[in-house]
């Protein structure tokens, strides 16, 4: 049996807080410049951008794997924005042609994580973002760190992999994931040994269940619901 191939993500070791009011209104107030913008767009149906396919298979497992043992560290720059701008409000209102702008302000807040990690994204909360895909700017889809961008690149794909989160002398592991695992054909489940997520694990453990990842982890850094 080979060495596993170990793909190196970054280390998000943040506290979780509650949303402050000030953090919420700024969120609503970029919303609604963000719907203004929208409202003036000359051809409004043109900045709908195209839809980032879900990642499938074995490479889901791994992408999944990949954002729940790094924790989101690319979520930290959606702050009180979360990169949505007048082409996400597009898709959306495209998507939900019911809904006024103050539905459509609603369904957001509706969304926001009870606890996020001090500093990210209103959205980043403990299990991954609380944003559906069709609510998530499209870079949030599409993003991968520059590890997991590697391993999508790697021909012929490695069938043992084994996640490495690290960052300033630290680290955490995800167990090793077998493509040859029924488990890791094709969708992610949503427990591990001893009854503790990948995503919330201290330190390195190689008893983590190499391919029984949190179902909301997956896509990439800002997209982490599969």
């Not at 794997?65 to 959606?78: E, V």
């Not at 996020?116 to 998530?136: K, M, N």
């Amino acid at each position: 049996m080979s060495d596993a191939v170990l793909v190196t993500v970054p280390l998000l070791e943040a506290t979780l807080e509650a949303p402050r009011p000030s953090r919420v209104r700024a969120l609503k107030r970029h919303l609604v410049h963000s719907l203004r913008a929208l409202r003036i767009a000359k051809r409004p149906e043109r900045l709908i951008q195209k839809a980032t396919p879900k990642p499938t298979g074995f490479a889901a497992t791994v992408l999944a794997a990949g954002c729940a043992t790094c924790r989101g560290h690319c979520c930290m720059g959606g702050g009180e924005h979360a990169y949505i701008d007048e082409r996400t409000m597009a898709r959306v209102r495209r998507d939900n042609p019911d809904h006024d702008a103050n539905a459509i302000i609603r369904l957001y807040l509706k969304r926001l994580a009870p606890l996020s990690y001090r500093g990210s994204c209103l959205f980043h909360g403990p299990e991954g973002c609380t944003l559906d895909r069709a609510l998530r700017a499209e870079l949030c889809n599409a993003y991968y760190c520059n590890g997991l961008q590697n391993f999508m690149k790697t021909a012929p794909v490695p069938d043992r992999v084994q996640i490495v989160a690290a960052r300033n002398g630290r680290e955490r592991r995800s167990g090793v994931m077998t493509a040859t695992d029924s488990r890791c054909r094709n969708d992610v489940t949503i427990s591990a040994e001893r009854g503790t997520p990948a995503h919330v694990m201290a330190g390195p453990d190689p008893a983590i269940s190499p391919c029984r990842v949190p179902r909301v982890w997956g896509g990439s850094g800002p997209a982490m619901t599969i």
